[in-house]
Structure formats: structure tokens, C-alpha cells
T-cell receptor
């Protein structure tokens, strides 16, 4: 069964620090990869997604992620975080199950707290 | 211009009651979903409908019954509520199922069972 691992459960950074959140998935077939963000008390919003092509994907708010197929990883990065980046970050993967389903499997999330 | 909306936003009820959560999307999407987010923020898919047809049913107790009257609506009815049903329930929608299509989430319904 497919799974997604986020190894950092809770990250605390100061403003202007660089961010890297790890995400690994376990599935050998074709995957599509996503990072969603959930600000306190809000719904999930898409940060960025990877389908094919350039493995370095740029998203909104200065975030980017790199797909490394050999490592089954899709780490999220931002060179300089802001207090407003405080949120829960979820990595997710969809896999193709006979073309009949679009099943989005989430990691357990990483809570990022940015201190001013 | 709410894309995916859910009602109610908060729901507090007692064990044994029956309750419903409604979801509507105005994005013209064919596929809708229900997710459960537990107290540890873990998100898991419960159901998926494509054009009113059930596609995914993820070993959810049969006390949970989704209903899709049309492709813009996907409601969730829960019978005989239990303490363990307390969670945030998110509705989502996407264009016809394809891994390439992102899912748009509603604001969530926080269900508290006492």
C-alpha cells in the first residue's frame, strides 16, 4: 500500500531562516505529488504540485519542492520564512489504481512555527 | 465566490444522535470527496464520488452514508454517533479523476460528540 512519510512533526524557526521539510513516499509506479498548507483554523490550500517534467517545482508564496525519483522524495523548501508561514504542511501523493480512482494519500503533517 | 462550501462549520452533539453535513461546490467538478482529520491532524479519505457514483469507500463504518443528489453536492450522514467520530470533516472536489487534477478543499466541519 502507498504511504507518505513526513519525518519532521514539529519545526520551529526564526524569521528569515531557511526551511526544508522532508517528504518520502512508498510507491514504485507513476505518482503525482502535492504539498498542501493549512493555516490555523483554515482549510487546506495547494502550495505546489508535481506531475511530470522539471523535477524542481515552484509554488506560491516563494515555496519550491524537488522531486528526486531515486530517493522517493519530494522535499519542500523556502529560502527565507516569514511569521505568516506558520501553519501545518501536508505532503500528499496520488497513485493510479487501474485508472478508476484519484486517491490522495496524505502524510501526517509538519507543524511549522515561525518566531518573529 | 466560495468554491467548496460546507455546513455547518461546527457541530456539537451527543452520542447516539444522527447528524448530517452538507457540501456544495460551484467549480463544475465531477468528483467529490469526504476526508476525516483526526485530533492528530492526520487526514484520511473516506469516500469519493464521481458524477453521483460512489468510487471510493475506504473501510468506513456503515454508520456513515454519503449521498450525492447531483454532481455539485455530496452530503454525509452519520448515524448513532460515537465519541470516536469527533474530528474535522473536509469535503473536496476535483475535475474528473486523474492524478493530475488537484483537489479543492472546503473549510471543514468540526464535529464534537459528547
Amino acid at each position: 500500500a502507498q504511504s507518505v512519510s513526513q519525518h519532521n512533526h514539529h519545526v520551529i524557526l526564526s524569521e528569515a531562516a531557511s526551511l526544508e521539510l522532508g517528504c518520502n513516499y512508498s510507491y514504485g509506479g507513476t505518482v503525482n505529488l502535492f504539498w498542501y498548507v493549512q493555516y490555523p483554523g483554515q482549510h487546506l490550500q495547494l502550495l505546489l504540485k508535481y506531475f511530470s517534467g522539471d523535477p524542481l517545482v515552484k509554488g506560491i508564496k516563494g515555496f519550491e519542492a524537488e522531486f528526486i525519483k531515486s530517493k522517493f522524495s519530494f522535499n519542500l523548501r523556502k529560502p527565507s520564512v516569514q511569521w505568516s508561514d506558520t501553519a501545518e504542511y501536508f505532503c500528499a501523493v496520488t497513485s493510479f489504481l487501474g485508472g478508476a480512482t484519484n486517491k490522495l494519500i496524505f502524510g501526517t503533517g509538519t507543524l511549522l512555527a515561525v518566531q518573529p | 465566490d466560495t468554491a467548496v462550501s460546507q455546513t455547518p462549520k461546527y457541530l456539537v452533539t451527543q452520542m447516539g444522535n444522527d447528524k448530517s453535513i452538507k457540501c456544495e461546490q460551484n467549480l463544475g467538478h465531477d468528483t467529490m470527496y469526504w476526508y476525516k482529520q483526526d485530533s492528530k491532524k492526520f487526514l484520511k479519505i473516506m469516500f469519493s464520488y464521481n458524477n453521483k457514483e460512489l468510487i471510493i469507500n475506504e473501510t468506513v463504518p456503515n454508520r456513515f452514508s454519503p449521498k450525492s443528489p447531483d454532481k455539485a453536492h455530496l452530503n454525509l450522514h452519520i448515524n448513532s454517533l460515537e465519541l470516536g467520530d469527533s474530528a474535522v470533516y473536509f469535503c473536496a472536489s476535483s475535475r474528473p479523476f486523474s492524478g493530475a487534477n488537484e483537489q479543492y478543499f472546503g473549510p471543514g466541519t468540526r464535529l464534537t460528540v459528547t
